[in-house]
Nanobody
Framework: QVQLVESGGGLVQPGGSLKLSCAAS????????MGWYRQAPGKERELVAT??????NYADSVKGRFTISRDNAKNTVYLQMNSLKPEDTAVYYC???????????????WGQGTQVIVSS
């Protein structure tokens, strides 16, 4: 059994900062890609940032403001969000491509989502 647990969402004023965390746990053999997506009301889920073997990608809308990082020893991925804007308001989901100890291939797992609201 593998699961991802997110934390760190909340309400913040425009220009403020938040840090999201996502920890993978369970029968993990290996993890390659980890990252974050978000979904705003009435919109499709969109990629925010990913990290895989040291290669990092960001959505254009968050470049220079968000930073993704990863602690492989803790199976945890982080998203530091600075200079937040109202348009960053969304439910943020983490994901990870994980090979469990019972399988020989990777499976994509998702967190439960954490709400981020940017408002004055």
């Amino acid at each position: 059994q593998v699961q991802l647990v997110e934390s760190g969402g909340g309400l913040v004023q425009p220009g403020g900062s938040l840090k999201l965390s996502c920890a993978a746990s369970g029968n993990i053999f290996s993890i390659n890609a980890m990252g974050w997506y978000r979904q705003a009301p009435g919109k499709e889920r969109e990629l925010v940032a990913t990290t895989n073997s040291g290669i990092i990608n960001y959505a254009d809308s968050v470049k220079g403001r968000f930073t993704i990082s990863r602690d492989n020893a803790k199976n945890t991925v982080y998203l530091q969000m600075n200079s937040l804007k109202p348009e960053d308001t969304a439910v943020y989901y983490c994901y990870a491509n994980i090979r469990s100890t019972s399988l020989s291939y990777l499976v994509a797992y998702w967190g439960q989502g954490t709400q981020v609201i940017v408002s004055s």
